[in-house]
């Protein structure tokens, strides 16, 4: 399937009577053709009709952003220059929210598509009536010939052209018939591949076709066939997907859960997760765009409409959990259960404890893996939970770990089918122990496609990971080396906060998404405006415009381990407080009390501060800030020995420092 809906060259384009144009369009449009975008498509016509006249190049209408779900009006390849064109026809004037579409689109192609990554690419924005005015044209500061957006009318466009190939370097012409074919690579946030998930595009529409998409494609298939196994055989299998941070888990997760659920025949999945921030947002993300999506098509729709199938397709996993309480025999309706960071439902104790306070269920005596595999065990015929397992990823109490998933399935399910990723057995999944009790089961089976060996977070750097484990284990060379390696993923450090916030908005082009982020035990940073007490929404937060206060944007609320966990900004600036301080070659770990710093004992405490600072400083993808603050000599709870050994570490491995 093609990714335009109508493309010829200039000339022919000229050539073209403007109804046959129309024509082409509509036939290629799969949606109801609406008035107002058939007069779109008209006046865009009319416009590049004499805008274009005396250019050699190629036309493309409604060119495909996967990754977005959305189409770039009009693409003219002119030379060695992409121009990225939006309308608005008849506007007057340039909203921020156009500026950033456009920019948008051409970050997505200077990013994602091959073909555009050493060519010129020139976001345009026409607001087709709007006051004259001689169009701007510079290159942003990040050296890699994007074009900051240039404003003009339906008069000024051919200005706009003729100023941008003055502008350039005399590069080599791009070939459009190349640039047409060559790959798109993209690397969705967890949100836009959510929508775009659910609105039927496929993985490999919207992920990259290099090692760790093929590694994507390969689990996502294997468990795939591992259900239709388990459907056609009347068995219950449960499998186990491991994966370094920012590998694709939760996009696996979403891709089968999409792709198994089909009501005609009565199949239905769900994705389970016990993250309640991730699930507000991924909930809220959809429904904001199937309102949208309908608005366009000229079709009313309520919020409230839309939320009712939303819930069905992503489930918080306690509601989950206690919608099966109300009748212990009857099985769910979905076959199907993904569980997202499987590792961190809750414990017996927890569990228990939690049914009889909150629930008020006295006999409840499981823990949380054990009930819900129970009830997907009540189906009769067959069943499929997926477990989606993060290595390193325990942040809070009574968060079982994976080995309780284990222990459950040999003490009371041993008809399940065991499907295990060959990397389970690794130190970080805390089950080696455990795993070795199924040994003498004849339904386990070890999988090699069942772990996400690469991270697919930072589409300009895959070992963040790697240097985030080298930098927290206190391996000061090999983190240095990791460091030496990483080319296209700015990184600073700094004791200035004002400075880390004018870095990430200079860095930030379109609708990047930027935002400050601190462990939920830094209480010592309230001299800088920033309280881990005050409550986030990360539903506003992650979702809503730089023009409200609430986003991420305004840097003025911060996002804690528990907000961010399984979603992702574009640049993040962490604030490094005194919980977790480096000292002799080891961290030492710390709790504020009353008007004092306190040391954390016990083990389990210390590994869930260690992961908050792995969850933290794993949520860029493209860039971060870390800021260490100076500290206060008048203050004993900011003496600057909490910070300063903590700076210098960073400083020793290679940080760059602004």
Known sequence: MERFFYRDTIRGFLDENPKAILGELTDNNPFPLLATQRNAWTAEISILKDTLKGFEGEVLFEYSIPRMGRRVDVIVII???IF????????????????????????????FHEGSHFHYVAPVLIASEAGDGFPVVS???????????????KHTLKDAI??????????????????VSSRYRPTPTIIEAAMALYNNHTVKDISRSDAGAIN???TSDTIKDIIKASREKSLKSICFVTGVPGAGKTLVGLNIATTHYDKESDLYSVFLSGNGPLVAVLREALVRDKVSRERERGRGLTKKEASSEVKMFIQNVHNFRDECLFDRRRPPVEHVALFDEAQRAWDKEQTVNFMKRKKKVPNFDVSEPEFLISCLDRHEDWAVIVCLVGGGQEIN????GIGEWIRVLQKSFPHWNVL????????????GALLETLGARSNVRYIDELHLSVSMRSFRAENISLLVKELLDCEREKASRTLRGIKDYPMAITRDLAGAKNWLKQKARGSERYGIVVSSQAERLKPHAVDVRTPVNPVQWFLNGKEDVRSSYYLEDVATEFHVQGLELDWACVIWDADFRYARNSWTYK??????????????RKTYLKNAYRVLLTRARQGMVIVVPPGDEEDPTRNPAFYNPTYEYLKSVGFEEI
């Open 79 to 81: 030379k060695s220059v």
């Open 84 to 111: 990225v064109l939006e309308f608005k026809v008849g506007s007057d004037c340039f909203e921020v929210a156009d500026v950033d579409q456009v920019w948008d689109y051409s970050l997505d192609l200077k990013n």
């Open 139 to 153: 290159l942003t500061p990040h050296n890699d010939r994007s074009l900051f957006p240039i404003r003009c009318n």
């Open 162 to 179: 003729i100023a941008v190939l003055q502008f350039v370097d005399d590069s080599e012409p791009i070939d459009p018939s190349a640039w």
């Open 216 to 218: 994507l494609d390969r």
């Open 397 to 400: 109490t009574g968060e079982a």
């Open 420 to 431: 295990i990723s060959n990397r389970l057995t690794d130190s970080e999944y805390g089950a």
């Open 591 to 604: 709790s504020f009390r009353g008007s004092k710093w306190t040391s954390i004992l016990k083990q389990e």
